[in-house]
């Protein structure tokens, strides 16, 4: 598991096909999904409700087993990987999600530092750092004692970006982080994401619904039934 | 683990973040340890009282009645068989002793009460401490009495009056005696009270029954001698109307009696079980409740790789400070209420170690067991749920 030159694909999928159930209650959610996102890409994932999205996102994220098809993320192949495999992938991708799911009984920082914590080589001092220079990135500068329940919808988000990030991930994967925000907040939040992993140089994966955010993407996929649109790969204005 | 290698405290701080469960769980931990402590304490208290005056014996050896079961029914047997012992070369000195319970009046409510009387010859060594040797001299008088001033209250205020200077008479067994002196020794399970007396004074107020015979033998031994070869040796030169013990095995026999002929040791027993199971339901109700309430945001620290043995050194950890936390003003709560105890009932329960760290490993045992069931409920934290 070595670490993947920067111009490989970050992600790189071939068939994959998901069903959940057994039996007659067996219904296939996705169907030979094919498609791949490069290092320091930032890709949107659009589709209809129940199409698929964030089943596809909890597979790229080594949430769940792979099974059916190939599915290849920061050069580890995840078809046939057990659990600890997979949980060795999740460190290196930064996750965000559509609540917050930050830790109710933790500060700000000590939820960015969560993230932090999982690098092995920092001392605790430069963990520590780490975390209050993310929470500055994200601008919460001001905000690092504050209890996650003391902060604004959009400010939580930020958090978890910060949280996301200071594990220093090679991958992002986000899904409808603006959902719980205002449309302008929400363009604050995607805008922040789009330049802080630029600078990282680390592939993003966000699904959305926002049509308003559409723009930051370098390239739009569009989903269907548990399928990628034929063409759907296209680029963006950008 | 180096300290700079070390994470955010998340057990302490899913504590502490939450006074209220913490202070329910920390209330219930200090009760069933404070409960243990006292059950406890209670028993090895009782078991330690039964022998206050048997450890105080100046003897190597101890004859008694084979028919004696314990300190409360003392059998008598021919003083004749404790001279025989005297034949035997290693035997230096003994003293013969009367032990029964005879009636003690009041001097101030003129009430009765059943008080230990124990009635030797003054000249002979009886118990090795200082002030009944120093004292013993007085009981040359007929009619004197040393009373044991921690005796309980019910005899009277003996000890005052005898400070203040008072002559302090009452009746025992219909006798007039006086008040020649005050020892300490203490209440047992089986006396409220003590008194020395000579065995002149023994003899006008011990029972009619009971007035052939002594109760108990104490034997010294010549210097070097091993009080286990010689007790071996003359329990099989003296007939089968005797017992000889050494002083060691004389305690155990009283202990041995009050563990296993009574129901105290099971009673108390039982009672800090008790402790021990309502403190398991509810730390395991309190780390239950809190792993299941925290169960997103255990499977979004597992969505962000940490492993399942991080999330199970979590809960581990919060047993391990709920039991620290717990033990701690239990121990403080369970040395006053000891000596609460003492005062009130002169028992000797003491805070010895070996209670202290069997509570604590009890409680140690309660915590991380109800961890470990609490952690059944995280196999159910999936990272797959959270998006
Ligand atoms: N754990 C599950 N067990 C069974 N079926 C599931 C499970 N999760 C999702 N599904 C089904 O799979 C289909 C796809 O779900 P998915 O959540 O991937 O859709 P989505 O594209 O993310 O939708 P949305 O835009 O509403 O979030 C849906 O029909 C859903 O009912
Ligand atoms: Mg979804």
Same mark, same amino acid.
């Not at chain 2, 003293?95 to 003054?122: H, K, M, Y």
């Given at each position: 598991?070595?670490?993947?030159?920067?111009?490989?694909?970050?992600?790189? *999928? #071939?068939?994959?096909?998901? =069903?959940? +159930?057994? @039996?007659?209650?067996? $219904? %296939?959610?996705?169907?030979?999904?094919?498609?791949?996102?490069?290092?320091?890409?930032?890709?949107?994932?659009?589709?209809?409700?129940?199409?698929?999205?964030?089943?596809?996102?909890?597979?790229?994220?080594?949430?769940?087993?792979?099974?059916?098809?190939?599915?290849?993320?920061?050069?580890?192949?995840?078809?046939?990987?057990?659990?600890?495999?997979?949980?060795?992938?999740?460190?290196?991708?930064?996750?965000?999600?559509?609540?917050?799911?930050?830790?109710?009984?933790?500060?700000?920082?000590?939820?960015?530092?969560?993230?932090?914590?999982?690098?092995?080589?920092?001392?605790?001092?430069?963990?520590?750092?780490? *975390? #209050?220079?993310?929470?500055? =990135?994200? +601008?919460? @500068?001001?905000?690092? $004692? %504050?209890?996650?329940?003391?902060?604004?919808?959009?400010?939580?988000?930020?958090?978890?970006?910060?949280?996301?990030?200071?594990?220093?991930?090679?991958?992002?994967?986000?899904?409808?982080?603006?959902?719980?925000?205002?449309?302008?907040?929400?363009?604050?939040?995607?805008?922040?994401?789009?330049?802080?992993?630029?600078?990282?140089?680390?592939?993003?994966?966000?699904?959305?619904?926002?049509?308003?955010?559409?723009?930051?993407?370098?390239?739009?996929?569009?989903?269907?039934?548990?399928?990628?649109?034929?063409?759907?790969?296209?680029?963006?204005?950008? | 683990?180096?300290?700079?290698?070390?994470?955010?405290?998340?057990?302490?701080?899913?504590?502490?973040?939450?006074?209220?469960?913490?202070?329910?769980?920390?209330?219930?931990?200090?009760?069933?340890?404070?409960?243990?402590?006292?059950?406890?304490?209670?028993?090895?208290?009782?078991?330690?009282?039964?022998?206050?005056?048997?450890?105080?014996?100046?003897?190597?050896?101890?004859?008694?009645?084979?028919?004696?079961?314990?300190?409360?029914?003392?059998?008598?047997?021919?003083?004749?068989?404790?001279?025989?012992?005297?034949?035997?070369?290693?035997?230096?000195?003994?003293?013969?002793?009367?032990?029964?319970?005879?009636?003690?009046?009041?001097?101030?409510?003129?009430?009765?009460?059943?008080?230990?009387?124990?009635?030797?010859?003054?000249?002979?060594?009886?118990?090795?401490?200082?002030?009944?040797?120093?004292?013993?001299?007085?009981?040359?008088?007929?009619?004197?009495?040393?009373?044991?001033?921690?005796?309980?209250?019910?005899?009277?205020?003996?000890?005052?009056?005898?400070?203040?200077?008072?002559?302090?008479?009452?009746?025992?067994?219909?006798?007039?005696?006086?008040?020649?002196?005050?020892?300490?020794?203490?209440?047992?399970?089986?006396?409220?009270?003590?008194?020395?007396?000579?065995?002149?004074?023994?003899?006008?107020?011990?029972?009619?029954?009971?007035?052939?015979?002594?109760?108990?033998?104490?034997?010294?031994?010549?210097?070097?001698?091993?009080?286990?070869?010689?007790?071996?040796?003359?329990?099989?030169?003296?007939?089968?109307?005797?017992?000889?013990?050494?002083?060691?095995?004389?305690?155990?026999?009283?202990?041995?009696?009050?563990?296993?002929?009574?129901?105290?040791?099971?009673?108390?027993?039982?009672?800090?079980?008790?402790?021990?199971?309502?403190?398991?339901?509810?730390?395991?109700?309190?780390?239950?409740?809190?792993?299941?309430?925290?169960?997103?945001?255990?499977?979004?620290?597992?969505?962000?790789?940490?492993?399942?043995?991080?999330?199970?050194?979590?809960?581990?950890?919060?047993?391990?400070?709920?039991?620290?936390?717990?033990?701690?003003?239990?121990?403080?709560?369970?040395?006053?209420?000891?000596?609460?105890?003492?005062?009130?009932?002169?028992?000797?329960?003491?805070?010895?170690?070996?209670?202290?760290?069997?509570?604590?490993?009890?409680?140690?045992?309660?915590?991380?067991?109800?961890?470990?069931?609490?952690?059944?409920?995280?196999?159910?934290?999936?990272?797959?749920?959270?998006?």
């Amino acid at each position: 598991m070595t670490e993947t030159p920067s111009l490989q694909p970050v992600i790189q *999928a #071939r068939g994959l096909c998901h =069903a959940y +159930g057994r @039996g007659t209650m067996r $219904r %296939q959610v996705l169907q030979s999904i094919g498609f791949s996102v490069a290092s320091g890409e930032i890709v949107l994932l659009t589709g209809p409700s129940g199409c698929g999205k964030t089943t596809l996102l909890t597979l790229i994220g080594a949430l769940r087993s792979v099974q059916q098809g190939e599915l290849e993320v920061l050069g580890v192949p995840l078809q046939s990987a057990d659990r600890e495999r997979r949980r060795r992938v999740r460190r290196r991708i930064g996750m965000i999600f559509q609540g917050h799911n930050l830790l109710r009984c933790l500060t700000a920082e000590q939820n960015v530092q969560m993230g932090a914590d999982l690098l092995p080589t920092l001392a605790y001092g430069e963990r520590r750092a780490v *975390a #209050r220079q993310w929470l500055r =990135a994200v +601008g919460l @500068g001001d905000h690092l $004692r %504050q209890f996650p329940h003391d902060l604004s919808g959009g400010q939580k988000q930020r958090v978890a970006i910060a949280r996301a990030l200071a594990a220093r991930p090679r991958l992002l994967l986000a899904d409808e982080p603006t959902a719980a925000l205002d449309g302008r907040t929400g363009r604050e939040v995607v805008e922040l994401l789009r330049r802080l992993a630029r600078d990282q140089g680390c592939g993003v994966l966000m699904v959305t619904h926002d049509p308003r955010i559409l723009d930051v993407a370098d390239r739009l996929v569009t989903m269907e039934d548990g399928r990628l649109m034929p063409g759907a790969l296209r680029q963006t204005g950008r | 683990m180096p300290w700079a290698r070390r994470r955010i405290p998340l057990a302490w701080l899913l504590l502490v973040r939450q006074p209220v469960r913490l202070a329910i769980a920390l209330a219930g931990i200090g009760f069933a340890g404070i409960l243990m402590f006292m059950q406890l304490g209670f028993r090895d208290g009782l078991f330690d009282a039964s022998v206050t005056i048997h450890r105080l014996f100046d003897a190597d050896l101890v004859l008694v009645s084979p028919r004696t079961m314990s300190s409360i029914s003392m059998a008598a047997f021919p003083e004749g068989r404790l001279v025989q012992s005297l034949a035997d070369p290693d035997v230096a000195a003994m003293t013969p002793v009367q032990w029964e319970f005879v009636l003690w009046r009041n001097p101030e409510n003129r009430r009765t009460r059943s008080i230990l009387a124990l009635g030797f010859d003054p000249e002979d060594p009886l118990l090795s401490d200082p002030s009944v040797q120093r004292q013993a001299p007085l009981l040359r008088l007929p009619g004197r009495v040393l009373f044991d001033e921690r005796s309980r209250p019910e005899f009277g205020p003996v000890a005052d009056w005898f400070r203040a200077g008072r002559s302090v008479q009452t009746e025992v067994s219909g006798q007039r005696l006086r008040v020649a002196g005050l020892v300490q020794l203490g209440p047992s399970f089986g006396a409220d009270g003590n008194m020395l007396v000579s065995r002149e004074t023994f003899r006008t107020i011990a029972p009619p029954g009971s007035r052939g015979g002594i109760q108990l033998g104490l034997l010294r031994l010549r210097r070097g001698a091993d009080p286990l070869t010689v007790q071996r040796r003359l329990d099989g030169q003296l007939p089968s109307d005797v017992k000889v013990y050494t002083k060691d095995q004389f305690i155990e026999f009283e202990k041995n009696y009050w563990r296993t002929s009574t129901a105290i040791g099971f009673i108390f027993t039982l009672g800090a079980a008790m402790g021990f199971v309502v403190g398991c339901v509810i730390v395991h109700q309190i780390l239950y409740g809190d792993v299941s309430d925290h169960l997103p945001e255990y499977a979004t620290l597992m969505a962000m790789g940490y492993g399942l043995a991080d999330l199970l050194g979590v809960v581990a950890r919060e047993g391990l400070f709920l039991a620290i936390l717990g033990y701690l003003p239990a121990y403080g709560v369970a040395q006053g209420l000891y000596a609460l105890i003492r005062n009130s009932t002169r028992l000797p329960v003491l805070m010895d170690p070996q209670r202290a760290g069997l509570v604590f490993a009890l409680i140690l045992s309660m915590c991380l067991f109800s961890a470990l069931l609490a952690m059944r409920r995280l196999t159910d934290a999936d990272p797959a749920d959270i998006f």
